[in-house]
């Protein structure tokens, strides 16, 4: 074994030398004394010249820049604070590898070309069309403009999108003081829509409350008439009957209204009314 034991440390000094491997988040570009002489995309073993052909590694996966906020003004002269998030990958190693060369050089080259795009596309929109209305168009756009300048440098953007977008901080309270004197007024408005509502609502039901008791009324008058009519029939018909027995009972529900313990009467001899009351003594 101790015979071997150079063989083993020779190989693995020059093994590494000729000998690399790639894997699949990866891709490399191979130069020769600083030429370019293959590119390599696909992962696993590989050899190159010992010594001679050196191998630089670029990633293979989705990458992002987080630009840091900047100011921007809109169509409408507003000022914005945007900041983006982009994200690409890297298409050509060798184009790459011979403008921008790392990620770092890439990472700010991104950020002045999607800065420049996105400053051209909202001094053409409002500010309300940035925050809400057409954002998703505005940085199809910005994208669209920064992938052709992007390419040139072996990148591909696959996309841009607003992470934030707010007033700088001096304008902020004098637009939510105005947000809040907005939201005021429209709230009197409903509050006064709601009590004209309230006062028709009130104003109908009233009328339909004296029409329903006008009409009760009215009910309750024809019930009595009928009331008084079939009484008087009856006691028409009682009277016929009977003439002397209806003017006794007429007499004593006389004496019952009229006549208490306190009751003092003062009428003539021959008042019809006594004539019960003068049989009896």
Do not use: C
């Amino acid at each position: 074994m101790k015979k071997f034991l150079p063989l083993i440390i020779l190989l693995a000094i020059l093994v590494p030398s000729f000998v690399y491997t790639i894997d699949e988040a990866e891709q490399a570009i191979i130069t020769e004394f600083g030429e370019f002489k293959r590119s390599v995309t696909e992962p696993g073993i590989h050899f190159k010249k010992p010594f001679v052909e050196k191998i630089s590694r670029f990633e293979k996966r989705m990458l992002s820049t987080d630009a840091p906020p900047g100011q921007y003004l809109t169509l409408d002269k507003k000022r914005l604070i945007v900041d983006f998030l982009a994200r690409w990958r890297i298409k050509d190693p060798l184009v790459f590898f011979k403008s921008v060369r790392n990620f770092f050089s890439a990472n700010t080259r991104i950020e002045d070309i999607v800065y420049s795009e996105l400053r051209e596309e909202l001094a053409t929109h409002n500010i309300n069309e940035v925050i809400a209305e057409n954002r998703e168009l505005i940085m199809d756009k910005v994208k669209e403009g920064s992938s052709e300048k992007l390419s040139e440098y072996g990148i591909e953007l696959v996309d841009v999108r607003i992470k934030r977008a707010d007033l700088p901080s001096e304008v902020q309270q004098s637009v939510y003081d105005r947000m809040v004197a907005e939201r005021q007024r429209i709230s009197k408005r409903y509050r006064s829509e709601g009590e004209e509502e309230s006062a028709k609502i009130r104003a109908e039901t009233n009328k339909n409350k004296e029409i329903i008791i006008a009409k009760a009324f009215e009910t309750s008058e024809k019930i009595k008439g009928e009331g008084d009519k079939k009484a008087t029939q009856i006691y028409s018909s009682s009277y016929s009957k009977d003439p002397d027995f209806y003017e006794f009972m007429k007499k004593l529900e006389t004496y019952e209204r009229i006549i208490d313990e306190k009751t003092i009467i003062f009428l003539p001899m021959n008042s019809s009314l006594l004539d019960l009351i003068q049989k009896r003594n």
